[in-house]
């Protein structure tokens, strides 16, 4: 929660700066004070008189207002938060925080903060990709400057890509973490995760891989991140962004998803959710198969790979506190949850049914399963980040136990 934060809302000129009202409806009930300074081209967009209904505080955006700086100097009114937002980011006001330009109060004030600063990008695909964009955010981020996003999809240019400014309880979320350090009871602990699928290679061009999308995997690193932990996100090939916050290491193959996990160091907490191939190709060739006409097709032989879950769950003291496997079934899906979690040597399982009928696989809803020594818990069916959040909520819970309990379980 936001409660007692005091939040700088600098809202600038771009289509996505409609979003900055849902955002602030979601800052206030979260109990956060929000206070907006407008751009001139901000107000192109949203008008002042919307900014000041929802955050029932006037709203700053002349400079030279001989009242504004009587009342509240620019410097003061920069000062006087705990943390700035922009949103949306542009492209022009990026460009001019990355040039130390103070030409307008919004500028002025970003110059002339001693708070963090989080930014919400939203553009043009082009101008995004555009190698000044890219330069400008390089520098930003080298100074410190907080982002979050922007994500891909659909944009009102018509345009498909990344630019589009996240949602307005993404941002929130992301405030929360930077400005409310009591909600993050995971500080100090590190967590390695695994998602989505691996790739096996039967030559330079082809593979054997499955269909994970890898949405459980990230909301998990992207949870866990949100509670403080320090977390590397070891993913396999997937289409989704990285989730922010979070180290992710992108890998193919189920042995570079092992030496990735390995060479995180020493973790507290390891989640498995990768969907790691059972089997490799035993003598993958260096150039590509050639098919000869008339030729049968040619054998693959196979060769398990490494079990992470297994290799990460062995006793010794490199250890992480806590190791947690997931179970995909099609049947008996808690009966062999209990069975896997002791062959496997992990602490809890997540097991969830993907049966086709479910549609868990590339779904965005899960039922699961919380399988530990202690007993079964039947969680109702919800979306993959509900079901991280509460996964992450329970880790958390599991650290803040005392030991004796913890060995109980
Ligand atoms: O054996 P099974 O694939 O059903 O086990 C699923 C669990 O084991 C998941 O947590 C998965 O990430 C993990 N796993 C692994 N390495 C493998 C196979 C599975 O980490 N080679």
């Given amino acids: 929660m936001l409660k007692g934060k005091r939040i700088l809302l600098v809202v600038a000129g771009g289509i996505a700066a409609f979003k900055a009202l849902e955002l602030i409806r ?18 192109k967009f949203v008008t002042p008189l919307s900014l000041q209904a929802l955050s029932e505080d006037r709203v700053y955006g002349d400079m030279f207002s001989l009242t504004d700086e009587s009342e509240m100097g620019h410097i003061q009114l920069s000062r006087d938060a705990d943390l700035l937002v922009v949103v949306p980011a542009t492209a022009d006001l990026l460009a001019r925080m990355a040039a130390g330009l103070a030409n307008d109060l919004a500028s002025t004030v970003l110059l002339a903060t001693d708070k963090p600063v989080l930014v919400a990008p939203a553009m043009n695909v082009r101008m995004w990709t555009h190698a000044a964009t890219v330069a400008n955010v390089e520098t930003l981020k080298r100074r410190g400057i907080h982002f979050v ?9 018509n345009e498909f890509g990344p630019g589009r400014m996240s949602e307005a309880a993404e941002i929130a979320d992301a405030i929360e ?3 409310a350090p009591a909600a993050r009871p995971l500080a100090g602990r590190r967590a390695v995760v695994t998602s989505g699928p691996t790739r096996e290679a039967i030559d330079p061009v082809r593979y054997i891989s499955n269909h994970s999308s890898g949405k459980q995997g990230h909301a998990i690193a ?55 191939a059972d089997w490799k190709v035993a003598r993958p060739t260096g150039a590509k198969i050639k098919k000869k006409p008339g030729a049968p097709p040619p054998g ?31 049947e008996a899906v808690v009966a062999n949850a209990i069975d896997k979690r002791q062959r496997k040597g992990c602490d809890w ?43 992450a909520g329970r880790i958390a819970l599991h650290f803040a136990q005392p030991p004796k309990a913890e060995a109980a379980e």
């Fill in 26 to 43: 979601r800052l206030r009930e979260r109990g956060a004070a929000v206070r907006c300074v407008l751009t001139e081209a901000g107000a």
């Fill in 149 to 157: 996003g922007p994500t891909e999809g659909a944009m009102a240019c």
């Fill in 177 to 179: 973490r930077l400005v």
């Fill in 222 to 276: 992207a949870a866990l991140a949100a509670l403080g932990a320090e977390v590397t996100l070891v993913s396999g090939p997937v289409a989704i962004a990285d989730p922010p916050g979070v180290k992710t290491v992108a890998v193919e193959s189920a042995d570079q998803m092992l030496a990735a996990c390995q060479q995180a160091g020493r973790v507290d907490i390891a989640v498995c959710a990768a969907a790691v």
């Fill in 300 to 330: 693959l032989e196979l060769t398990p790979n490494p079990d992470i879950l297994a290799t990460l769950s062995k006793p010794g003291a490199g250890r992480p506190a806590l190791v947690v496997g997931f179970a995909a079934e099609t």
């Fill in 349 to 391: 399982i997540v097991a969830n049914d993907v049966s086709p009928a479910t549609g868990t696989f590339g779904g965005d809803r899960n039922t699961v399963h919380l399988v530990s020594a202690a007993g079964v818990e039947d969680w109702p069916t919800l979306a993959k980040d509900e079901v991280a959040r509460r996964l």
